[in-house]
C-alpha cells in the first residue's frame, strides 16, 4: 500500500478518538454553501467521506434529511453510535450508492483531497440534482495565530503534508466555476492534553511508530504548558473554514 493510501486509511483504528478531539464545522460555512439552492426549505444532503460525522451532525442539526457515505467501517459505525437521524451507508467518491438526480448538496469534510477527482466529479454529478451543489470544506488552525503556527512546526512529523493550500479543483463540465469563501471557527479544548490529542489525530502522525509520535507529543505537551494561553483550563482554539462550492449544471 503506498503512503497515500496508508494515510487515506489510516484513519479508522483511531475512529473513537477522532469522533471525540476533531472540531466540528461552522454553520455558517453550511449555509453560505447551499445560497445557490436559493431556499430556507429542508433538503436532501449527502455527506461524502463522512467520517464519523463531525459535519454529520451539523447537518441534521440545521434540519436536513442527512445520507452519510464512509469508505472506513470503523468510521462509519462511530458515525452510527453518535449522530442519530442520518441514512448511513457504505461507500466512496469514486462510487456513490446514491441514485441518479436524488440530492440537493453534497458536502465533503476535510477529505476532498483524498479523492481521484476525475472519477469523483462525474460520480458527485450524477447524483446531484440540476442546480445542485458541491462543497468541500476544510477546517484547520488560524494561520493568524503565532501559538498555533508554532504548534504545526512542532507537530510535524517525519510523512508531511497530504495537500498544498489551497486544494486544486478540476475545471469540470457538470459544474459552474467554484466560489470560496472562509470562516472563522474555533474548537474548545480543556487542557494542553486534550489539545495534543486532537493533534495526533493528523493521518502525518497516525501513520508513523510509536516512538515518533511520543516524541512528538511530548514536544508538543512542553510547548502547551509553558504558555499561558495554553497551560491551565479551557481554551478556545482559532480555527478557520474555507470552503468551496461548484453549482451542478443542467444537463
Known amino acids: 500500500m503506498d503512503l497515500h493510501a496508508r494515510r487515506a486509511d489510516s484513519f479508522g483504528a483511531q475512529a473513537e478518538a477522532y469522533a ?54 470503523q468510521m462509519l459505525s462511530e ?7 442520518v441514512r448511513a451507508l457504505p461507500g466512496h467518491a469514486e462510487h456513490i450508492p446514491v441514485p441518479d438526480n436524488t440530492i440537493d448538496a453534497v458536502f465533503v469534510g476535510t477529505a476532498f483531497h483524498w479523492f481521484d477527482q476525475e472519477k469523483a466529479l462525474p460520480e458527485i454529478a450524477r447524483v446531484l440534482r440540476p442546480g445542485g451543489v458541491l462543497a468541500a ?16 512546526r512542532l507537530s510535524r512529523s ?7 493550500e489551497p486544494v486544486e479543483v478540476m475545471a469540470h463540465p457538470s459544474f459552474t466555476p467554484e466560489e470560496r469563501a472562509s ?10 492534553e486534550a489539545i495534543a490529542a486532537w493533534i495526533n489525530t493528523y493521518s502525518r502522525l497516525l501513520v508513523v511508530d510509536e516512538e515518533e509520535r511520543a ?3 511530548d514536544k508538543v505537551l512542553a510547548y502547551l504548558r509553558g ?25
Open 183 to 192: 470562516f472563522p471557527h474555533s474548537h474548545r479544548r480543556d487542557s494542553p
Open 215 to 217: 516524541a512528538i507529543t
Open 20 to 73: 471525540e478531539h476533531r472540531p466540528d464545522y461552522p454553520v455558517a460555512a453550511i449555509r453560505w454553501a447551499l445560497e445557490p439552492l436559493g431556499t430556507d426549505e429542508r433538503l436532501d444532503v449527502l455527506d461524502l467521506a463522512a467520517g464519523t460525522g463531525k459535519l454529520t451532525s451539523v447537518l441534521v442539526a440545521e434540519g436536513h434529511r442527512v445520507t452519510a457515505v464512509e469508505p472506513n467501517e
Open 158 to 164: 517525519s510523512v508531511e503534508t497530504q495537500r498544498h
Open 79 to 85: 458515525l452510527v453510535r453518535r449522530v442519530h437521524d
Open 227 to 251: 504558555r499561558e494561553e495554553t497551560s491551565n483550563g479551557p481554551v478556545d482554539v482559532p480555527l478557520l473554514a474555507d470552503v468551496f462550492r461548484m453549482v451542478r449544471v443542467s444537463a
Open 137 to 152: 470544506m476544510w477546517v484547520e488552525p488560524d494561520p493568524a495565530c503565532g501559538w498555533l503556527t508554532e504548534l504545526d
